[in-house]
């Protein structure tokens, strides 16, 4: 029987058509989503470059002429000496929710793995934070994001700005 044995025979023909329906909204705005989120991280980047101390991750990647070898949607960005668990808690009482290491690593202790295989310093890589939004993730968002960060760098950083 299908459907866990409770109902042999009945395909969920609302779920499929759903599913179908959703897939196809998705794909008819693909290339408008992944033009929108490029110019987005390009500002992002241009953006957090511009802070005092920021590194962006890899470092090749302040080379826009290369985003297409980068994902429109995800950024890696360090600010040594600050250890990057502080900045995620700060940024999470500033309402952003940002995280530490790889998605795929997040119930895992070792949060630089990914980084160090990238040939990124250990203390460099303890600092760095993931940034990630949506296709629809505004640029109001990501300013508020930028100016979050630099009000609160200053005083995690002790002044060393």
């Known amino acids: ?88 808690r700060v940024m999470g009482q500033e309402g952003f929710l940002i995280s530490t290491g790889a998605a795929c690593s997040s119930r895992k202790r070792e949060r630089t793995r990914v980084l160090e295989a990238m040939g990124i310093g250990r203390e460099l890589a303890s600092s760095a934070v993931r940034i990630s939004f949506g296709p629809s993730t505004e640029r109001g968002e990501l300013a508020r994001f930028v100016e979050a960060l630099r009000r609160r760098l200053p005083e995690l950083l002790g002044g060393r700005r």
């Open 1 to 88: 029987g299908q459907e866990g044995g409770r109902r042999p025979g009945t395909e969920n023909l609302a779920g499929a058509y759903a599913l179908a329906e959703a897939a196809e909204q998705a794909a008819s705005a693909l290339q408008d989503n992944l033009k929108r989120a490029r110019e987005s991280m390009a500002w992002l980047i241009g953006q957090l470059a511009a802070l005092p101390g920021c590194r962006i991750l890899p470092e090749p990647r302040l080379d826009l002429r290369q985003a297409e070898g980068y994902s429109p949607f995800i950024l890696s960005a360090a600010f040594p000496p600050l250890p990057a668990e502080v900045l995620v």
